[in-house]
């Protein structure tokens, strides 16, 4: 049996080998990467982990090979009878006082940490004024997610656009079964409940980037495809998104003749479900800026053939051209061919009301801004005078410190 | 020795504990009435969460009327303590005195159930309160109806006990038997004074 | 016997086997039972990962994926994982604490029975509507809304096969608390008894919570109830708290009696008594009791809020104490031994470090917080893996090879038994060590499909390549039973050189197990005689006649009624006659099993002599 602890060695070299191969996954999609102050947060709180529970295996694996290699049955002496000792007061104790002090050691940031994660209170600009919080209500849906900004009017599904470093406060809830928001590069996830128990967090992207997001509670078949987009952009690209999102009204006519027909069509066929503009409607996906999707529903490949399928198969496909099983969009009532259904592609693909779109969360221009241009003035003072009680029991703690703001964050935190 | 299990004389202090199967009976039907709390308690749980959620339909202090409750609740207890006296002629080794009492506790327990079948009735019929009213209706009649058919159940069990055991006195073989039925039946009884209180009361009052 | 029942004709075994209440057999019963579900679940488990093999795979549909997922998680933990535990726990328990039989062989049968006709239910699902499909967990309410009657099945299959594993559970607690031979104290009991006993403990608390759950899927799905109905004020919520109350102890029921596999293993195979026995002891009553307090760790995502996610976290936490005691015992039992590696002794080497893993990764996911990430992904994928296989199942077959003699008096093939281990285990790093990465990249549990360019290829391929090794041993696994069966060459009672009760009976033992009651003069009560006496353990009765309870078909009667209950509760309209029917059956036949005398019989101390098993009957 010599070949025993070399066998083991060698497959653990094997996938040690593996993991350095492959990198830590996409950067837009690891949790091991991460580009979000939640993110980050968990990042640290799991390297502390694995560091302590590295240190206990290694313990545990040394006694181990010891003990098997120094203690085989000897073979010139097979009857050797071993001394049946009962226990050792002294050793137990030391294995059971280790292991609480350790998990002290990680007890005590999971607490804090999970209390961090859980804060929504508005931010506090450097001069200790409270801003505006950006309020998003994620709905969730089999297999879509709608995303409402709350006090802008700007409603859009699939692609959440946010600014980078400035905290957006979700609210989320589902329309049907439970779904669960999850962009591992920015932040933890969070169950999407049906109505009753809202739940509400916070996303904070601290670098431009296209991130994957994916439902993270089993919703159905089509559960696997139910994948969403987190564009963070910078502040002063993120307002003027919002500003051209805002102006949409959904009757500007397209600039082709076979775009017109299908706005045509589509607001024949399609209107009572989809809608264009910051309409409240959410029997089916905000199409204000289709135009400007990267993937179609979600996981598909962006082309006119792939719309005009997912029209004339409202989603669900025969097998070998499966798209999302079991989707919701069946009960819907039209009767178009695939001529129609192109022009009404053609209407969707140009519908890119905004100059802001992906590319510009890829690019390396950065466009400061405190948003404070969406917030019309007599809004902010109401929520001034809600928010005066918590700021005044904070100021304390504010005045003794010139730290930067994301320090100050965490103190309040605390 | 097998005889012996059904010989009626000579029977020791306590006969439903005086065999190695007796005490089994005995010790695992405790046992059973632990896994059974935890039942209730997980069915108390889930209509204290639902309590209050009566989406359109009537709330517990529209419906519930405490006169009836109350009555069934003495109705019940009563039936417990006329058990307690059943078990105490089976330890004086009385069939017949035992027998008369089993009867009364079971008379006892169709009242009760009587009663209730009339306060469901009464609840669907007049406040239009059936099962599938509100999460809350839900809730109400699965925990109430939880207790009825463990009820319903205990009166079968008791009344096939005694109707087994008519024709012959107590022995060690269905002593444990008469035992444990009395056991189950002081736990419904114990059930019945929670949902009288927090059904009942705390519905009429909060 | 075995022996006799072979020569006794197919028709006779089976009834036999039917009519049993004899502890030991339905101990083979269970093991059968249990190992085909096993099968059932690796056959699932190998679709799911042949799905997997590839990005946007397409191997199987959608809808089947998730039929498939979620009746490979309830087969594992229902109909295989538990079954197999009950199987040993039957063969051996009642042998370790020196009974003749359980404290109530009749409901011992009748559980057995329950808990095939709940999987067989279960399973029927796949020919008549497509199986359950809303996962193991069941969350509402997708599970409302699943379509076809999938799901009734598993609300209905699982009610069934629950009643038997909690009668299961009180016989076994009764037995170790009423049953115990003379000298048989709770600190002399062996550790598979300790962990088997608390084990029944946890069932009996758990399971009443599942039994609520199940009933309310039904009531809502069936009788139009509206406890999870958002618009009807229902709260989906309480189906995720009934479930975990009860789930959360189900992995120590599950990990328990694995501990006490590999403390009698280890302790055997090193020659030594077990290292702080007593600290074993008081470790797997905290981890039983802690057990009940952390359910909410499996909730941590669903928003309860910071103030219980912390306390569930910490209380979560505290459960690595008593696991961390448990895992240096071991070691330190082995400190100073005289290590003999035989195939039972190699799982238990191959437990340590992978239990230590999905320890770890246990404490990682306590960790409330960090758990934001872990949750719902392939990482936790991986962490119950490295508990439930590395832990439940390596011991189950431990447990296995080490009783199989005692239970079948014949010895499996050692060799084939180290090349089983050594694929399976290797298959089991390869396929899971990588699922950590997979979930900390961004991978979602419960996916059908994964994007390619994202990644996750590599190690989804690893991870089915892995899968394969795994099914390879246990091919050689059944084809060693399969042989060493065939030859039925006998061994002795006492083969591995044992140190408890069981091994001081003939392999297979006397249907009466003891001929006279044994008296029980320490901890290892075989070792002390072997070390202190003549190696015979002394009786502690004269010899004497044995009252044995009858074989009974009622189980079964009753059993099956429940089933065919089932499926008119389920169909209802015309099929209420089926319900009608078959709750008629297990009523009737509760009237008979009451109504009927049943005093067992006795066995003459005359024939016990040359008595060497000629059956149970009466």
């Not at chain 1, 995303?147 to 329309?175: G, H």
């Amino acid at each position: 049996m010599k070949g025993w602890m070399s066998k083991f060695k060698a497959s653990f070299a094997l996938v040690v080998l593996a993991l350095v191969l492959s990198g830590c996954g996409d950067p837009f999609l690891s949790a091991l990467q991460p580009k979000g102050e939640g993110a980050g947060m968990i990042y640290d709180l799991m390297i502390l982990s694995i560091v302590i529970m590295l240190f206990v295996f290694a313990v545990v694996m040394v006694i181990y090979a010891f003990v098997i290699y120094k203690y085989r049955q000897k073979k010139d002496d097979p009857d050797y009878i071993p001394k049946q000792t009962e226990g050792n007061h002294a050793l137990e104790t030391l294995w059971t006082v280790i292991p609480i002090i350790l998990l002290l050691i990680l007890a005590v940031p999971t607490v804090q940490y999970t209390f961090a994660l859980a804060d929504t209170s508005p931010d506090v600009n450097e001069e200790g004024e409270e801003m505006d919080s950006i309020w998003i209500n994620v709905t969730g849906a089999q297999y879509w997610w709608h995303f409402e900004y709350e006090d802008l009017e700007v409603s859009t599904s699939q692609e959440l656009y946010i600014p980078t470093d400035r905290r957006v406060y979700l609210s989320m809830v589902s329309q049907d079964v439970i779904h669960s928001f999850w962009v591992p590069s920015i932040d933890g996830k969070m169950d999407v409940n049906p109505t009753g128990n809202t739940n509400e967090m916070t996303l904070l992207a601290q670098e431009e980037g296209v991130y994957f997001g994916k439902c993270a509670e089993l919703c159905g078949p089509s559960h696997s495809l139910m994948d969403f987009k987190v564009v963070a952009v910078s502040p002063g690209e993120f307002e003027q998104w919002v500003q051209d999102m805002q102006s949409v009204t959904g009757e500007e006519t397209p600039e082709s003749q076979t775009a017109q027909e299908g706005q045509e069509l589509f607001n024949n066929n399609c209107i009572g479900c989809h809608a264009i503009g910051s309409s409240p409607n959410k029997t089916g996906p905000n199409l204000t800026n289709f135009g400007d999707r990267e993937e179609l529903a979600g996981v598909f490949d962006y082309n006119k053939e792939n719309i005009i399928k997912w029209i004339q198969t409202k989603g669900v496909g025969e097998e070998g051209d499966r798209m999302k099983p079991g989707n919701r969009m069946t009960d819907a009532q039209y009767d178009l061919t695939d001529e129609e259904a192109g022009k009404i592609a053609e209407y969707l693909m140009q519908l890119k009301p905004s100059d802001i779109n992906p590319e510009n969360a890829r690019d390396t221009s950065y466009q400061d801004s405190d948003l404070s241009s969406l917030f019309p003035e007599e809004e902010e003072s109401e929520e001034d005078s809600e928010g005066d009680e918590e700021s005044s029991e904070e100021s304390e703690d504010e005045g003794n410190e010139e730290e930067d703001q994301q320090e100050d964050e965490e103190n309040n935190e605390e | 020795m097998a005889d012996d299990m059904l010989k009626s004389t000579n029977l020791p202090q306590n006969p439903e504990r005086a065999t190695l199967e007796g005490r089994n009976k005995f010790m695992g039907f405790w046992f059973f009435l632990g896994g059974e709390t935890v039942l209730f308690a997980s069915l108390f749980g889930t209509f204290l969460a639902l309590r209050n959620s009566t989406a359109e339909g009537p709330a517990a202090n529209e419906v519930f009327g405490l006169e009836l409750v109350f009555i069934m609740t003495m109705v019940l207890l009563t039936s417990s303590l006329t058990s307690v006296y059943a078990m105490y002629h089976m330890k004086n080794n009385d069939p017949k005195k035992m027998q008369l009492w089993l009867g009364i506790t079971v008379a006892l327990g169709f009242v009760f159930l009587g009663f209730e079948i009339y306060e469901f009735y009464h609840y669907v019929n007049h406040y239009e309160f059936g099962y599938s009213t509100s999460a809350f209706s839900s809730a109400f009649y699965t925990l109430v109806g939880f207790h009825g058919a463990h009820v319903a159940f205990g009166l079968v069990w008791i009344i096939g006990l005694m109707i087994r055991n008519a024709k012959r006195g107590v022995n060690l073989y269905n002593a444990p038997k008469f035992y444990i039925a009395s056991l189950y039946w002081h736990f419904i009884d114990v059930v019945w004074v929670f949902i009288f209180t927090v059904v009942y009361l705390m519905g009429k009052v909060g | 016997m075995s022996t006799t029942a072979r020569k006794a004709g197919f028709g006779a075994t089976l009834w036999d086997y039917l009519t049993t209440v004899d502890h030991k057999k339905i101990g083979i019963l269970y093991l059968i039972g249990g190992f085909f579900f096993f099968l059932l679940g690796g056959l699932e488990a190998m679709l799911i990962r042949i799905q997997l093999i590839a990005p946007d795979n397409e191997f199987i549909s959608a809808q089947f994926y998730n039929e498939v997922l979620t009746m490979h998680g309830t087969t594992m933990i229902f109909l295989a994982a538990m079954p197999l535990i009950f199987a040993l726990m039957n063969a051996v328990l009642p042998l370790q604490i020196g009974a003749r039989d359980v404290a109530f062989p009749f409901v011992n049968a009748l559980g057995f029975w329950l808990f095939f006709f709940g999987g067989v239910m279960l399973n029927v699902s796949w020919f008549v509507t497509g199986a359950p499909d809303a996962g193991w967990t069941a969350y509402a309410p997708l599970s409302i809304f699943s379509e076809g009657h999938g799901v009734d099945f598993y609300a209905i299959g699982l009610q069934i096969a629950g009643f038997g594993t909690l009668m299961g559970g009180i016989n076994f607690i009764v037995t170790v608390v009423n049953m115990r031979a003379p000298g048989m104290t709770y600190m002399r009991m062996p550790l598979f008894t300790w962990t088997a006993f608390i084990a029944s403990v946890l069932i009996l608390f758990a399971f009443p919570a599942l039994t609520v759950g199940l009933f309310l899927l039904t009531f809502d799905r069936l009788f139009g109830a509206n406890f999870f109905d958002p618009s009807m004020g229902g709260n989906v919520i309480i189906w995720e708290h009934l479930f975990w109350i009860f789930g959360h102890p189900e992995v120590y029921i599950l990990i328990l009696p694995a501990f006490g596999v590999f403390s009698e293993v280890i302790s055997t195979f090193a020659k030594k008594r077990l290292f702080g026995y007593s600290s074993m002891v008081f470790a797997t009553v905290l981890i039983a009791f802690l057990g009940f307090m952390v359910w909410a760790h499996h909730m941590f995502t669903v928003g309860l809020g910071p103030i219980a996610n912390s306390i569930f976290a910490v209380a979560t936490m505290a459960i690595a104490v008593p696991t961390g005691i448990k895992i240096f015992n071991w070691l330190f039992t082995l400190w100073g031994g005289s290590i003999r590696l035989t195939s039972p002794m190699v799982f238990a080497l191959g437990f340590i470090p992978t239990f230590t893993i999905g320890g770890m990764t246990g404490v990682m996911l306590a960790s409330a917080a960090a758990d934001f990430q872990y949750h719902d992904s392939y990482f936790v994928v991986a962490h119950f893996h490295y508990v439930i296989v590395g832990g439940t199942v390596l011991g189950i077959f431990a447990g296995i090879i080490y009783w199989w003699p005692k239970m079948f008096g014949t010895m499996l093939n050692e060799k084939l038994n180290h090349w089983f281990f050594w694929l399976f285990f290797i298959g089991f790093h390869l396929t899971f060590f990588v699922q950590h990465f997979l979930g900390l990249m961004g991978m979602p549990r419960r996916y059908w499909k994964f994007q390619g360019e994202q990644g996750l290829d590599l190690f989804n391929l690893i991870s089915t390549i892995g899968a394969l090794f795994m099914a390879v041993g246990t091919i050689i696994f059944i084809y060693n039973v399969i042989v060493t069966q065939t030859k039925g060459q006998k061994v002795s009672g006492d083969p591995w050189d044992g140190r408890t009760l069981e091994w001081a009976i003939p392999s297979p033992p006397p249907f009466y197990n003891f001929k006279q009651e044994p008296l029980v003069r320490g901890l290892d009560p075989l070792w002390v005689e072997k070390m202190e006496g003549d190696g015979k353990i002394k009786p502690a009765e004269p010899l004497g006649d044995i009252h044995m309870p009858n074989r009974s078909f009622v189980p079964f009667v009753m059993s099956l009624g429940l089933f065919i209950a089932g499926f008119g509760v389920m169909y209802q309209g015309g099929y209420w006659i089926l319900a009608v029917i078959g709750f008629a059956i297990t009523a009737g036949s509760m009237l008979y099993r009451s109504f009927k005398d049943d005093l067992g019989y006795h066995v003459h101390k005359e024939d016990l002599e040359d008595e060497e098993g000629d059956g149970s009957n009466g």
